[in-house]
């Protein structure tokens, strides 16, 4: 592409660079210098506190507790929401007959609201008339999500996944649909085995995009579920589990510590950045792009 301007492509990346300044660069360190002070929660002064935010934080057996629960919250919704969403993605690549239909019926949760996924899966899991609760009665397991810290956590993971399931199952059915078909027939001739010939020659096709998702599955298990952590969870916050994010929400808009909750946010981006190395630095090595 060749402009007859060089000014011209700056000002068509103009427009993005300034949403990412204005919705997450400006607030990223206003969060980093709120974290050094005691602010008043109606904005009548603040006072420097050093490092004491981070300290208490870090001292907190409370959240201490939320991390490791986030740990097994977002490795549990990533795993499954990857393994469903590539078995459903191997088998509508396999669907013939109706396949239009098939492929409709997995997508379109993919458009519902986190709250609202959460709404339903509440529905769900009600006590009264929740057609999951009854199903898990018929083993003797009496669920009180909303009451019950395990029963609770059990349905923001289901919820969570099920909300997520779509997205893999486009990428990861696009990604199948891009392998060769001369590849798949070398590959049946080589292996007679069906499970052999996805593990040898289907799945590494596809590290690319599984990689991707990785990434994005680990950003929504950590973030984009607090709509749904917040309808089900019922303001009773303290009697159930609850994820790192909405442990800032919960500290900073409703017991008005906003230090605190800075230096929580703080550590979290620091953790995503992290990971994010991680990913790229030792897991991209397996991945093959050619």
């Known amino acids: 592409m060749q402009f007859n301007s060089p000014l011209l492509p700056y000002l068509f990346l103009a427009p993005q660079m300034a949403i990412i300044f204005i919705f997450f660069y400006w607030p990223s360190v206003q969060a980093i210098q709120s974290s050094f002070y005691l602010e008043d929660p109606f904005g009548f002064g603040s006072s420097f506190v050093g490092l004491a935010n981070y300290t208490d934080v870090l001292k907190s057996n409370e959240y201490l507790g939320i991390a490791r629960f986030t740990a097994v919250f977002t490795a549990l919704v990533t795993f499954f929401s990857l393994s469903i969403g590539l078995l459903l993605a191997v088998k509508a ?131 984009d579920t607090f709509g749904v952590i917040d309808v089900i969870v019922k303001d009773k916050a303290a009697n159930n589990p609850i994820t790192l994010v909405y442990k800032v929400y919960m500290d900073g808009f409703r017991g008005n510590d906003l230090g605190g909750s800075s230096a929580q946010s703080v550590i979290l981006m620091i953790i995503v950045f992290v990971l994010t190395i991680f990913q790229f630095r030792f897991i991209e090595r397996r991945v093959h792009y050619n």
């Open 93 to 223: 690549d396999g669907v013939i007959r109706g396949n239009a239909a098939y492929k409709t019926l997995l997508i379109w949760v993919y458009a519902i609201a986190p709250p609202v996924a959460g709404l339903m899966g509440m529905m769900m899991f009600d006590q009264h008339i929740g057609p999951l609760v009854k199903f898990a009665g018929l083993f003797g397991w009496e669920m009180k999500v909303g009451l019950n810290y395990n029963d609770t956590a059990f349905a923001m993971i289901v919820v969570s996944v099920w909300k997520q399931i779509p997205y893999n199952f486009i990428f990861f059915l696009s990604g199948l649909q891009g392998i060769p078909v001369s590849v798949r027939e070398a590959a049946i001739m080589d292996c007679r085995s069906g499970l052999r010939r996805f593990w040898t020659v289907i799945l590494p096709l596809l590290a690319p995009t599984a990689f991707f998702l990785l990434i994005i599955n680990t950003t929504y298990a950590l973030f």
